[in-house]
């Protein structure tokens, strides 16, 4: 009878473990796709995004097959896709860790936190690609909430909001690629305590340089932040006299003048920036006599 006993039990045990072994889930090669919650939720990690993981079944997919199934959207009915319906890419390329997509109107249609939340689960999730390190969106146009050739790292989002403890800003920042001297962006949390500061904070980063090797700063070394004050959508910004060092040539102020009012319009209420400059009544080579707002042709 004993041994009968000794012989449920051990049948009972391995019972259990195949059950456990039916239901566990053996993925081939696991991403997670992330999405937005249909129901929006704060102060817990993710925020107002989370993630399905999906087995790829193959460690040779290529990267458009990933998007295609990615822009499909997701199957768990607790998620919802951030993408207008018809998202595609319609080029992409890798070097050196930067994975350059090309998105067509679709996803251009985005503006405002809609677009920055759609970036974000684009870079969350193909950051997991071990061959992508930064992410650049391109977009046909070209004056949008992210301008052409923005780059986004995993690091670039704040997945938990802490706004009332620990407000931050994700600062986008103007500087110019080493190479072609265009105006190229860079992603920034800025810690603040009331909105009204972030313009100075904004510019005090701005003025610190960039981070990403590949860039460089048009504004001159030593540059200092006089004074911004933010008035009917007008910031006033007065910079030290180091700036005027950038005013030797037509493209080179323009550069720096359009860095840093590239940057500040990008802040809430910011519609344009009058520049002003220590020791001086008007640049050279480029004139700031007049409020500056942001066009186009900046950017080409």
Known sequence: MKSRKCFLALLLCLLLLAGCTITQTQYVNPIRFYYNRAEVAYNQPGGTLAYETRDLMSRQVGIDEILALYFAG?????LVS????????TALSMQDGVL????NDAYAQLT???RTTAAACLTLTLTQIRTVEEVCLETPDAVSAERRQARYRASDFI???ASVTN???TATLYFCAAQSRQLRTEKRAVAYREQSELPQLVLEQLLDGPTLQ??????PRGTRCVDVTLTDGVCSVVLSEEFTACDTDEASAALAVHAVAATLCELPDVQSVRLSV???QDLTYFSIAEPLTLTEDWFT
Request: charged share 20%; net charge negative.
């Open 74 to 78: 997701p199957q768990d009915e607790t």
């Open 82 to 89: 951030p993408f207008p319906g018809g998202t595609a890419c």
């Open 100 to 103: 350059t997509l090309t998105l």
């Open 112 to 114: 405002g936190a809609a």
């Open 159 to 161: 997945l938990r909001d």
């Open 167 to 169: 407000p931050e800003w």
């Open 214 to 219: 590949d860039l460089d700063t048009p504004i």
């Open 278 to 280: 220590i020791g001086v």
